[in-house]
Protein backbone atom coordinates (compact mmCIF):
# COMPACT_ATOMS: atom_id res chain seq x y z
CA UNK A 1 0.00 0.00 0.00
CA UNK A 2 1.42 3.96 -0.92
CA UNK A 3 2.12 5.59 2.20
CA UNK A 4 1.31 9.56 1.97
CA UNK A 5 4.82 10.66 0.77
CA UNK A 6 2.89 11.35 -2.79
CA UNK A 7 -0.45 12.60 -1.50
CA UNK A 8 -1.75 15.77 -1.86
CA UNK A 9 -5.26 17.14 -1.12
CA UNK A 10 -6.99 19.47 -2.48
CA UNK A 11 -9.77 21.57 -0.76
CA UNK A 12 -12.45 22.68 -2.94
CA UNK A 13 -13.60 21.00 -5.99
CA UNK A 14 -14.35 24.04 -8.48
CA UNK A 15 -12.28 24.24 -11.89
CA UNK A 16 -9.38 25.89 -10.32
CA UNK A 17 -9.02 23.09 -7.79
CA UNK A 18 -10.05 20.10 -10.54
CA UNK A 19 -7.15 21.87 -13.30
CA UNK A 20 -4.50 21.29 -9.91
CA UNK A 21 -5.88 17.70 -8.92
CA UNK A 22 -5.50 17.16 -13.07
CA UNK A 23 -1.50 17.88 -13.27
CA UNK A 24 -0.80 16.53 -9.95
CA UNK A 25 -2.32 13.01 -11.01
CA UNK A 26 -0.36 13.40 -14.46
CA UNK A 27 2.94 13.91 -12.05
CA UNK A 28 2.36 11.02 -10.34
CA UNK A 29 0.34 11.76 -7.16
CA UNK A 30 -1.73 10.17 -5.38
CA UNK A 31 -4.57 13.09 -5.30
CA UNK A 32 -8.10 13.74 -3.10
CA UNK A 33 -10.54 16.48 -3.48
CA UNK A 34 -12.69 17.61 -1.13
CA UNK A 35 -15.56 19.95 -0.99
CA UNK A 36 -17.60 20.98 1.64
CA UNK A 37 -20.48 20.85 -1.12
CA UNK A 38 -20.50 19.03 -4.80
CA UNK A 39 -17.50 18.89 -7.05
CA UNK A 40 -18.07 21.70 -9.13
CA UNK A 41 -21.04 23.36 -8.03
CA UNK A 42 -19.28 26.79 -6.43
CA UNK A 43 -18.86 29.95 -8.77
CA UNK A 44 -17.54 27.33 -11.82
CA UNK A 45 -21.02 25.85 -12.46
CA UNK A 46 -23.22 28.51 -14.37
CA UNK A 47 -20.79 30.92 -14.94
CA UNK A 48 -20.68 32.75 -18.45
CA UNK A 49 -17.91 30.01 -20.33
CA UNK A 50 -15.86 32.89 -21.82
CA UNK A 51 -12.46 31.20 -22.20
CA UNK A 52 -10.76 35.02 -23.00
CA UNK A 53 -7.24 36.13 -23.38
CA UNK A 54 -8.25 39.39 -24.68
CA UNK A 55 -9.15 39.75 -20.99
CA UNK A 56 -6.37 40.94 -19.99
CA UNK A 57 -6.86 44.11 -18.35
CA UNK A 58 -7.26 44.64 -14.22
CA UNK A 59 -10.67 45.63 -13.06
CA UNK A 60 -8.60 48.65 -11.21
CA UNK A 61 -7.20 51.05 -14.11
CA UNK A 62 -7.54 54.95 -14.72
CA UNK A 63 -10.79 56.34 -14.20
CA UNK A 64 -12.05 53.01 -12.65
CA UNK A 65 -13.65 54.77 -9.72
CA UNK A 66 -15.80 57.67 -11.76
CA UNK A 67 -17.34 54.14 -14.08
CA UNK A 68 -17.56 52.41 -10.61
CA UNK A 69 -19.33 55.52 -9.06
CA UNK A 70 -21.39 55.92 -12.31
CA UNK A 71 -22.66 52.43 -12.38
CA UNK A 72 -23.77 52.15 -8.75
CA UNK A 73 -25.61 55.20 -8.94
CA UNK A 74 -27.69 53.71 -11.64
CA UNK A 75 -31.00 51.90 -10.36
CA UNK A 76 -30.53 48.90 -12.47
CA UNK A 77 -26.55 49.23 -12.97
CA UNK A 78 -24.24 46.41 -13.45
CA UNK A 79 -22.20 47.45 -10.13
CA UNK A 80 -23.67 47.38 -6.52
CA UNK A 81 -22.11 47.81 -3.19
CA UNK A 82 -24.11 46.82 0.34
CA UNK A 83 -23.65 49.63 2.40
CA UNK A 84 -23.16 47.87 5.55
CA UNK A 85 -19.61 47.68 8.55
CA UNK A 86 -17.24 45.73 6.91
CA UNK A 87 -13.42 47.02 7.64
CA UNK A 88 -12.54 44.15 5.47
CA UNK A 89 -14.57 45.23 2.27
CA UNK A 90 -13.53 49.06 3.06
CA UNK A 91 -9.91 48.18 3.50
CA UNK A 92 -10.15 46.32 0.06
CA UNK A 93 -12.09 48.98 -1.92
CA UNK A 94 -9.50 51.94 -0.71
CA UNK A 95 -6.32 49.56 -1.90
CA UNK A 96 -8.45 48.64 -4.97
CA UNK A 97 -8.46 52.69 -5.36
CA UNK A 98 -4.75 52.74 -4.90
CA UNK A 99 -4.32 50.77 -7.95
CA UNK A 100 -6.37 52.77 -10.48
CA UNK A 101 -3.12 54.01 -12.28
CA UNK A 102 -1.67 52.90 -15.57
CA UNK A 103 1.74 51.59 -13.78
CA UNK A 104 -0.48 48.95 -11.60
CA UNK A 105 -3.14 48.50 -14.58
CA UNK A 106 0.21 47.88 -17.01
CA UNK A 107 1.71 45.55 -14.42
CA UNK A 108 -1.54 43.29 -13.44
CA UNK A 109 -2.43 42.84 -17.52
CA UNK A 110 0.91 41.21 -18.21
CA UNK A 111 0.26 38.74 -15.30
CA UNK A 112 -2.91 37.72 -15.90
CA UNK A 113 -2.35 37.21 -19.64
CA UNK A 114 0.52 35.02 -19.01
CA UNK A 115 -2.05 33.13 -17.23
CA UNK A 116 -4.72 33.45 -19.88
CA UNK A 117 -2.09 33.10 -22.67
CA UNK A 118 -0.93 29.51 -21.30
CA UNK A 119 -4.69 28.36 -20.41
CA UNK A 120 -5.96 28.91 -24.11
CA UNK A 121 -3.01 26.71 -25.29
CA UNK A 122 -3.56 23.97 -22.69
CA UNK A 123 -7.40 24.15 -23.18
CA UNK A 124 -7.32 23.39 -26.51
CA UNK A 125 -4.61 20.72 -26.03
CA UNK A 126 -6.72 19.15 -23.15
CA UNK A 127 -10.56 18.98 -24.62
CA UNK A 128 -8.94 17.31 -27.61
CA UNK A 129 -7.07 14.69 -26.18
CA UNK A 130 -8.85 13.53 -23.15
CA UNK A 131 -12.10 14.20 -25.72
CA UNK A 132 -14.10 16.65 -23.28
CA UNK A 133 -17.68 17.13 -24.17
CA UNK A 134 -18.20 20.74 -23.28
CA UNK A 135 -19.11 22.35 -26.20
CA UNK A 136 -15.71 23.83 -26.92
CA UNK A 137 -16.10 26.51 -29.58
CA UNK A 138 -13.19 28.79 -30.77
CA UNK A 139 -15.02 31.29 -33.03
CA UNK A 140 -13.86 34.30 -30.87
CA UNK A 141 -15.91 37.07 -28.88
CA UNK A 142 -17.80 40.33 -30.35
CA UNK A 143 -17.07 43.65 -27.74
CA UNK A 144 -20.74 45.21 -28.77
CA UNK A 145 -21.17 48.89 -28.31
CA UNK A 146 -24.92 50.79 -28.95
CA UNK A 147 -23.37 53.96 -28.98
CA UNK A 148 -20.96 56.42 -30.77
CA UNK A 149 -19.32 57.54 -27.58
CA UNK A 150 -19.02 54.02 -26.62
CA UNK A 151 -17.21 53.39 -29.22
CA UNK A 152 -15.48 56.18 -29.23
CA UNK A 153 -13.87 55.27 -25.68
CA UNK A 154 -12.99 51.77 -26.29
CA UNK A 155 -11.02 52.71 -29.51
CA UNK A 156 -8.38 53.95 -26.30
CA UNK A 157 -8.83 50.56 -24.66
CA UNK A 158 -8.43 48.83 -28.25
CA UNK A 159 -5.23 50.48 -28.68
CA UNK A 160 -3.82 49.54 -25.44
CA UNK A 161 -4.75 46.31 -25.83
CA UNK A 162 -3.17 46.21 -29.39
CA UNK A 163 0.27 48.37 -28.54
CA UNK A 164 0.81 46.87 -25.29
CA UNK A 165 -0.41 43.41 -24.90
CA UNK A 166 -0.49 42.03 -28.87
CA UNK A 167 -3.85 41.68 -28.65
CA UNK A 168 -5.49 43.41 -31.54
CA UNK A 169 -9.36 42.93 -32.30
CA UNK A 170 -10.89 43.62 -35.83
CA UNK A 171 -13.32 46.38 -35.67
CA UNK A 172 -16.73 46.08 -37.34
CA UNK A 173 -19.05 49.67 -37.79
CA UNK A 174 -23.12 49.64 -37.57
CA UNK A 175 -24.28 48.01 -40.52
CA UNK A 176 -21.62 45.63 -41.39
CA UNK A 177 -22.31 44.47 -37.80
CA UNK A 178 -25.82 43.40 -38.64
CA UNK A 179 -24.35 41.37 -40.97
CA UNK A 180 -21.84 39.83 -39.16
CA UNK A 181 -23.79 38.95 -36.01
CA UNK A 182 -27.62 39.24 -37.34
CA UNK A 183 -29.14 38.30 -33.64
CA UNK A 184 -28.40 41.92 -32.90
CA UNK A 185 -30.39 44.73 -33.35
CA UNK A 186 -30.21 47.57 -35.84
CA UNK A 187 -28.78 50.96 -34.80
CA UNK A 188 -26.34 49.27 -32.51
CA UNK A 189 -22.55 51.26 -33.07
CA UNK A 190 -20.59 48.72 -33.61
CA UNK A 191 -18.23 45.76 -32.43
CA UNK A 192 -14.94 44.23 -31.56
CA UNK A 193 -13.87 40.95 -32.60
CA UNK A 194 -11.15 39.12 -30.62
CA UNK A 195 -10.36 35.97 -32.66
CA UNK A 196 -8.36 34.24 -30.15
CA UNK A 197 -11.10 34.04 -28.00
CA UNK A 198 -13.02 31.03 -26.96
CA UNK A 199 -15.99 29.47 -25.15
CA UNK A 200 -17.48 26.21 -23.63
CA UNK A 201 -20.33 25.24 -21.46
CA UNK A 202 -18.75 25.73 -18.03
CA UNK A 203 -21.14 22.63 -16.10
CA UNK A 204 -20.43 19.95 -18.72
CA UNK A 205 -16.31 21.01 -18.34
CA UNK A 206 -16.68 20.39 -14.69
CA UNK A 207 -18.56 17.02 -15.49
CA UNK A 208 -16.14 15.87 -18.06
CA UNK A 209 -13.22 16.59 -15.71
CA UNK A 210 -14.99 14.58 -12.79
CA UNK A 211 -15.42 11.94 -15.02
CA UNK A 212 -11.70 12.01 -16.22
CA UNK A 213 -10.58 12.53 -12.68
CA UNK A 214 -12.39 9.74 -11.02
CA UNK A 215 -11.36 7.64 -13.84
CA UNK A 216 -7.52 8.41 -13.69
CA UNK A 217 -7.77 7.23 -9.79
CA UNK A 218 -8.82 10.97 -8.12
CA UNK A 219 -10.66 10.94 -4.73
CA UNK A 220 -13.70 12.94 -4.32
CA UNK A 221 -14.96 13.47 -1.29
CA UNK A 222 -18.29 15.43 -1.49
CA UNK A 223 -20.07 16.76 1.63
CA UNK A 224 -16.68 17.12 3.36
CA UNK A 225 -15.90 20.90 5.11
CA UNK A 226 -12.67 22.07 5.67
CA UNK A 227 -12.73 23.37 9.27
CA UNK A 228 -8.82 23.86 9.90
CA UNK A 229 -5.43 21.79 9.62
CA UNK A 230 -3.54 19.71 12.50
CA UNK A 231 0.14 21.58 12.52
CA UNK A 232 3.73 20.99 13.87
CA UNK A 233 6.68 22.35 13.27
CA UNK A 234 5.87 24.34 10.28
CA UNK A 235 4.21 21.87 8.18
CA UNK A 236 0.30 20.45 8.10
CA UNK A 237 0.33 16.70 8.84
CA UNK A 238 -3.97 16.61 9.00
CA UNK A 239 -6.74 18.36 7.23
CA UNK A 240 -9.70 18.68 10.02
CA UNK A 241 -12.60 18.09 8.27
CA UNK A 242 -16.93 17.49 8.94
CA UNK A 243 -16.21 14.26 7.81
CA UNK A 244 -13.21 13.21 10.07
CA UNK A 245 -9.35 13.57 9.62
CA UNK A 246 -6.92 13.28 6.66
CA UNK A 247 -3.52 12.89 6.04
CA UNK A 248 -1.36 13.83 3.29
CA UNK A 249 1.97 15.16 2.09
CA UNK A 250 0.73 18.30 0.46
CA UNK A 251 -2.73 20.39 1.05
CA UNK A 252 -3.56 23.28 -1.75
CA UNK A 253 -6.61 25.65 -0.69
CA UNK A 254 -8.49 26.30 -3.74
CA UNK A 255 -11.65 27.12 -1.98
CA UNK A 256 -12.08 30.53 -4.14
CA UNK A 257 -14.27 33.45 -2.51
CA UNK A 258 -14.02 30.92 0.88
CA UNK A 259 -10.80 31.27 1.16
CA UNK A 260 -10.33 34.13 3.49
CA UNK A 261 -12.52 32.13 6.05
CA UNK A 262 -9.61 29.87 5.93
CA UNK A 263 -6.85 32.34 6.37
CA UNK A 264 -6.33 31.92 9.21
CA UNK A 265 -5.99 28.30 9.24
CA UNK A 266 -3.38 28.88 6.11
CA UNK A 267 -1.24 31.35 7.81
CA UNK A 268 -1.08 34.35 5.22
CA UNK A 269 -3.44 37.04 4.49
CA UNK A 270 -6.12 36.81 1.98
CA UNK A 271 -7.74 39.81 0.74
CA UNK A 272 -10.16 38.28 -1.35
CA UNK A 273 -13.74 39.41 -1.40
CA UNK A 274 -16.73 37.80 -2.66
CA UNK A 275 -18.41 39.47 -6.10
CA UNK A 276 -21.32 38.30 -6.53
CA UNK A 277 -22.56 37.34 -10.81
CA UNK A 278 -26.05 36.48 -11.64
CA UNK A 279 -26.58 34.41 -14.68
CA UNK A 280 -29.82 33.16 -16.47
CA UNK A 281 -29.80 29.81 -18.74
CA UNK A 282 -32.76 29.13 -21.49
CA UNK A 283 -33.05 27.09 -24.24
CA UNK A 284 -31.66 28.80 -27.62
CA UNK A 285 -33.74 31.62 -28.99
CA UNK A 286 -35.14 30.64 -32.06
CA UNK A 287 -32.95 33.68 -33.94
CA UNK A 288 -29.72 32.96 -31.48
CA UNK A 289 -26.43 34.31 -31.63
CA UNK A 290 -23.68 32.55 -33.33
CA UNK A 291 -21.03 34.72 -31.24
CA UNK A 292 -19.98 35.02 -27.65
CA UNK A 293 -20.93 38.79 -27.14
CA UNK A 294 -20.33 41.61 -24.43
CA UNK A 295 -22.44 44.40 -23.67
CA UNK A 296 -19.57 46.90 -22.77
CA UNK A 297 -21.87 49.91 -21.64
CA UNK A 298 -23.92 47.84 -19.89
CA UNK A 299 -21.46 45.36 -18.80
CA UNK A 300 -23.83 41.71 -19.64
CA UNK A 301 -22.57 38.66 -21.27
CA UNK A 302 -24.45 36.42 -23.73
CA UNK A 303 -22.87 32.93 -24.33
CA UNK A 304 -24.84 31.01 -26.86
CA UNK A 305 -24.20 26.75 -27.04
CA UNK A 306 -25.25 23.95 -29.52
CA UNK A 307 -27.58 22.81 -26.07
CA UNK A 308 -28.56 26.63 -25.06
CA UNK A 309 -27.92 30.10 -23.92
CA UNK A 310 -26.66 31.97 -21.30
CA UNK A 311 -27.21 35.85 -20.25
CA UNK A 312 -24.79 36.79 -17.08
CA UNK A 313 -22.96 39.11 -15.36
CA UNK A 314 -23.40 41.99 -12.67
CA UNK A 315 -21.39 42.71 -9.75
CA UNK A 316 -22.18 43.04 -6.34
CA UNK A 317 -20.22 43.50 -2.86
CA UNK A 318 -22.64 42.11 -0.46
CA UNK A 319 -20.04 39.64 1.40
CA UNK A 320 -21.61 36.41 2.09
CA UNK A 321 -25.23 37.16 1.24
CA UNK A 322 -26.47 34.04 -0.67
CA UNK A 323 -30.21 35.18 -1.37
CA UNK A 324 -31.02 35.17 -5.20
CA UNK A 325 -32.36 39.17 -6.26
CA UNK A 326 -34.75 39.13 -8.92
CA UNK A 327 -33.77 43.19 -9.16
CA UNK A 328 -30.27 41.44 -9.80
CA UNK A 329 -31.69 39.15 -12.37
CA UNK A 330 -34.09 41.17 -14.26
CA UNK A 331 -31.10 43.39 -15.19
CA UNK A 332 -29.61 41.08 -17.27
CA UNK A 333 -32.41 40.87 -19.34
CA UNK A 334 -33.21 44.23 -19.48
CA UNK A 335 -29.93 44.91 -21.11
CA UNK A 336 -30.77 41.86 -23.64
CA UNK A 337 -33.45 43.73 -24.98
CA UNK A 338 -31.65 46.58 -25.87
CA UNK A 339 -29.21 44.80 -28.00
CA UNK A 340 -30.97 41.67 -29.07
CA UNK A 341 -33.61 41.26 -31.81
CA UNK A 342 -34.41 37.86 -29.35
CA UNK A 343 -33.38 38.59 -26.06
CA UNK A 344 -34.94 35.47 -24.26
CA UNK A 345 -36.41 32.05 -24.49
CA UNK A 346 -38.59 29.99 -22.70
CA UNK A 347 -38.93 27.84 -20.32
CA UNK A 348 -35.80 29.36 -17.87
CA UNK A 349 -34.03 26.62 -16.82
CA UNK A 350 -31.25 27.91 -14.52
CA UNK A 351 -31.11 31.11 -12.30
CA UNK A 352 -27.66 30.77 -10.66
CA UNK A 353 -25.50 33.21 -8.76
CA UNK A 354 -21.86 32.81 -8.05
CA UNK A 355 -19.59 34.66 -5.52
CA UNK A 356 -16.11 35.63 -8.08
CA UNK A 357 -13.21 35.50 -5.77
CA UNK A 358 -12.14 39.02 -5.91
CA UNK A 359 -8.58 40.48 -5.02
CA UNK A 360 -8.27 44.16 -5.35
CA UNK A 361 -4.84 43.66 -8.18
CA UNK A 362 -7.66 41.24 -10.42
CA UNK A 363 -4.16 38.69 -9.89
CA UNK A 364 -4.94 35.29 -8.24
CA UNK A 365 -2.92 34.20 -5.41
CA UNK A 366 -0.71 30.92 -6.55
CA UNK A 367 1.88 30.31 -3.63
CA UNK A 368 3.25 28.98 -1.16
CA UNK A 369 2.12 29.66 2.56
CA UNK A 370 4.66 31.79 4.65
CA UNK A 371 4.14 29.51 7.75
CA UNK A 372 3.32 25.98 6.84
CA UNK A 373 6.17 24.54 4.02
CA UNK A 374 3.53 22.09 2.53
CA UNK A 375 0.74 24.54 2.54
CA UNK A 376 -0.52 26.09 -0.83
CA UNK A 377 -2.87 28.19 -2.04
CA UNK A 378 -4.38 28.79 -5.63
CA UNK A 379 -7.12 31.35 -5.28
CA UNK A 380 -8.59 34.61 -5.95
CA UNK A 381 -9.19 34.36 -9.94
CA UNK A 382 -11.67 37.23 -9.96
CA UNK A 383 -13.52 37.23 -12.95
CA UNK A 384 -11.37 35.19 -15.07
CA UNK A 385 -11.10 31.14 -12.77
CA UNK A 386 -12.62 29.46 -15.85
CA UNK A 387 -9.78 31.68 -18.26
CA UNK A 388 -6.81 31.02 -16.10
CA UNK A 389 -8.05 27.16 -15.13
CA UNK A 390 -5.04 24.97 -16.86
CA UNK A 391 -2.47 26.93 -16.39
CA UNK A 392 -3.02 27.59 -12.58
CA UNK A 393 -3.48 23.82 -12.51
CA UNK A 394 0.07 23.50 -13.99
CA UNK A 395 2.24 25.95 -12.08
CA UNK A 396 0.91 24.39 -8.89
CA UNK A 397 1.65 21.29 -9.88
CA UNK A 398 5.15 22.14 -10.92
CA UNK A 399 5.98 24.31 -7.84
CA UNK A 400 4.85 21.77 -5.64
CA UNK A 401 6.79 19.21 -7.33
CA UNK A 402 10.20 21.59 -7.22
CA UNK A 403 10.17 21.88 -10.97
CA UNK A 404 11.05 24.60 -13.00
CA UNK A 405 7.66 26.38 -13.78
CA UNK A 406 6.01 27.01 -17.04
CA UNK A 407 5.42 30.62 -16.30
CA UNK A 408 7.02 32.96 -13.66
CA UNK A 409 4.84 32.76 -10.59
CA UNK A 410 6.17 36.03 -8.89
CA UNK A 411 2.94 38.23 -9.70
CA UNK A 412 1.42 35.91 -8.06
CA UNK A 413 3.27 35.62 -4.66
CA UNK A 414 0.77 36.07 -1.45
CA UNK A 415 3.71 38.41 0.09
CA UNK A 416 2.72 41.39 -2.35
CA UNK A 417 -0.28 41.82 0.43
C1 LIG B 1 -21.83 35.46 -13.39
C2 LIG B 1 -20.40 35.01 -13.53
C3 LIG B 1 -19.86 34.88 -14.78
C4 LIG B 1 -18.52 34.48 -14.94
N1 LIG B 1 -18.04 34.28 -16.19
C5 LIG B 1 -16.76 33.87 -16.37
C6 LIG B 1 -16.26 33.62 -17.67
O1 LIG B 1 -16.98 33.75 -18.67
N2 LIG B 1 -14.95 33.25 -17.82
C7 LIG B 1 -14.13 33.09 -16.73
O2 LIG B 1 -12.95 32.81 -16.92
N3 LIG B 1 -14.60 33.28 -15.46
C8 LIG B 1 -15.88 33.66 -15.25
N4 LIG B 1 -16.37 33.87 -14.00
C9 LIG B 1 -15.45 33.70 -12.86
C10 LIG B 1 -15.24 32.22 -12.52
O3 LIG B 1 -16.50 31.59 -12.44
C11 LIG B 1 -14.48 32.08 -11.19
O4 LIG B 1 -13.31 32.86 -11.22
C12 LIG B 1 -14.09 30.62 -10.96
O5 LIG B 1 -15.21 29.77 -11.06
C13 LIG B 1 -13.44 30.43 -9.59
O6 LIG B 1 -13.13 29.06 -9.46
P1 LIG B 1 -12.64 28.45 -8.09
O7 LIG B 1 -12.36 27.02 -8.33
O8 LIG B 1 -11.57 29.31 -7.52
O9 LIG B 1 -13.89 28.65 -7.10
P2 LIG B 1 -15.30 27.77 -6.93
O10 LIG B 1 -15.70 27.26 -8.25
O11 LIG B 1 -16.18 28.66 -6.21
O12 LIG B 1 -14.79 26.55 -6.09
C14 LIG B 1 -14.44 26.65 -4.73
C15 LIG B 1 -14.91 25.39 -4.04
O13 LIG B 1 -14.39 25.40 -2.70
C16 LIG B 1 -15.33 24.75 -1.88
N5 LIG B 1 -15.09 25.13 -0.48
C17 LIG B 1 -15.18 26.37 0.05
N6 LIG B 1 -14.91 26.32 1.37
C18 LIG B 1 -14.63 25.05 1.66
C19 LIG B 1 -14.27 24.35 2.86
N7 LIG B 1 -14.15 24.98 4.04
N8 LIG B 1 -14.06 23.02 2.82
C20 LIG B 1 -14.17 22.33 1.62
N9 LIG B 1 -14.52 22.95 0.46
C21 LIG B 1 -14.74 24.28 0.49
C22 LIG B 1 -16.67 25.23 -2.42
O14 LIG B 1 -17.73 24.36 -2.05
C23 LIG B 1 -16.42 25.29 -3.91
O15 LIG B 1 -16.87 24.12 -4.59
C24 LIG B 1 -17.71 34.24 -13.79
C25 LIG B 1 -18.27 34.37 -12.53
C26 LIG B 1 -19.60 34.73 -12.39
C27 LIG B 1 -20.19 34.83 -11.01
Redesign the pocket.
Known sequence: MKGDSDKVIV???????AFCAYFLRRAGRDVTI????KFG????HA??????PSHVLPLAGPGAIRSALWAMLQPSGPLSIKPRFDPALWGWLFLFARRCNMHDMIEAGHAIQALLQSSRTLYQQIIAEEQFDCEWETRGMLFVLATEKGMHHYAETDKLLAETFQMPARRIDGVALIEFEPALKPGLAGAYLYEGDAHLRPDRLMASLKTLLLKRGVTIREG???HGLDKHEHRAHRVVTSEGEFTAQSFIF?????TPL?AEHIGCRVPIQPGK???ITMPRPTLCPKYPLIFEEHRV?VTPWRSGYRL??TMQFAGYDATLSRKRLAILTEAAKLYLREPVAEPIQEEWF????MTYDSKPILDRSPELENVWIA?G????????APATGKLMAEMIGSQAPHLDPYPYRGSRF
Open positions: IGGGVIGVDAGMGCSNCGFVSCKVATGAWLGYSAGSGWRPAHNMLGLSM
